[in-house]
Nanobody, 115 residues
Framework: QVQLVESGGGLVQPGGSLRLSCAASGIIFRIYAMRWYRQAPGKERELVAIISGDGSTDYTDLAKGRFTISRDNAKSTVYLQMNSLKPEDTAVYSC?????????WGQGTQVTVSS
């Protein structure tokens, strides 16, 4: 059974940093592309960043210059380092992968940026 479990969210002040983690199980992690999404209240879910199995990365405009996606294949874990956080980054952050055409989602972790 494929499972993704996120952690690392919380309350942070504007300008602060957080590192999110997503631990995967039930897949050969090293060959899977992994994605981070977020969904703010009342808004649609949006893609944040992607990392392929070989470690190449891509970011959407909201993440460029502030967020870094990385992976540790030995730990079957993908990370999202978020710096210079803004109140508009407040959202539930979820990791995602596709297993033989079937999307797999974690439960999400809440990030709140507020003073």
């Amino acid at each position: 059974q494929v499972q993704l479990v996120e952690s690392g969210g919380g309350l942070v002040q504007p300008g602060g940093s957080l590192r999110l983690s997503c631990a995967a199980s039930g897949i050969i992690f090293r060959i899977y592309a992994m994605r981070w999404y977020r969904q703010a209240p009342g808004k649609e879910r949006e893609l944040v960043a992607i990392i392929s199995g070989d470690g190449s990365t891509d970011y959407t405009d909201l993440a460029k210059g502030r967020f870094t996606i990385s992976r540790d294949n030995a730990k079957s874990t993908v990370y999202l380092q978020m710096n210079s956080l803004k109140p508009e980054d407040t959202a539930v952050y979820s990791c995602n992968t596709n297993d033989r055409g079937r999307p797999i989602w974690g439960q999400g972790t809440q990030v709140t940026v507020s003073s």
